[in-house]
């Protein structure tokens, strides 16, 4: 006895090859029963399905209808977790972090702030601010300074008691490490004007007042 495929899927008989129909790129759940049951009602009563086969078929099908399920979920859970990001990201907008960039926005009356990320203790450490041309304007005596995170600030007052003016300054620093003068890690303080995200969300970055853009994921300390 022949299986008519056909019936078993719900597809009109066609005449000609013109009027085929177009194949389902996927085979549903519905269609799958309905030829396993096919298969049951037109095997060779002398050599019936095997148990162990009937349920493999059944196995299989379910591991794979689980794992397009479950590639549904995960991609909906990335898709949820970047939209998250992105919300937490653009809140910090008008906020006051510490990344990793050593730029900062200086206004008379405000301070530029920081931190010094030390790798291990050191003697005599400096802060170094500079202008945008590079030009060396103060240097801040720090002294003793144990391995960490150590913070820092100056009201951008010169030694005279003048400010120096509004605009973009950078900060670096150095310290005495075994007997050798090192560049350590220092980073500024700096507002976040703005926030961009990339095609698909994926690549979210904070844009700086100080100039800087840096990734979200660079954010050390929320101000």
Avoid: C
Wanted: negative net charge.
């Amino acid at each position: 006895m022949t299986t008519d495929i056909a019936n078993i899927l719900g597809v009109e008989p066609s005449g000609g090859l013109d009027s085929v129909p177009k194949k389902k790129e996927e085979l549903g759940q519905e269609e799958f029963m309905r030829l396993l049951v096919a298969q049951l009602n037109n095997q060779d009563p002398t050599k019936p399905m095997e148990n162990a086969e009937f349920l493999t078929q059944i196995a299989q099908f379910s591991t794979v209808d689980g794992i397009q399920g479950m590639e549904t979920s995960l991609s909906d859970l990335g898709a949820s977790m970047v939209s998250t990001r992105a919300i937490q990201a653009s809140s910090l907008v008008g906020r006051d972090v510490i990344s990793a960039s050593n730029q900062a926005a200086f206004t008379p009356g405000e301070e530029i702030e920081g931190v010094v990320a030390m790798p291990v203790s050191a003697s005599g450490v400096q802060i170094q601010v500079s202008d945008s041309s590079g030009q060396l304007v103060k240097v801040l005596d720090i002294g003793n300074v144990d391995a960490g995170i150590h913070t820092f600030s100056w009201d951008g007052l010169l030694d005279d008691g003048a400010s120096i003016p509004q605009g973009n300054y950078q900060v670096t620093a150095s310290g005495l490490i075994d007997g050798a003068v090192e560049a350590v890690p220092a980073f500024a303080s700096a507002q976040v004007t703005s926030v961009s995200i990339g095609a698909g969300g994926s690549d979210i970055s904070l844009n700086l007042d100080g100039g800087d853009s840096v990734s979200y994921a660079d954010v050390l300390q929320y101000l």
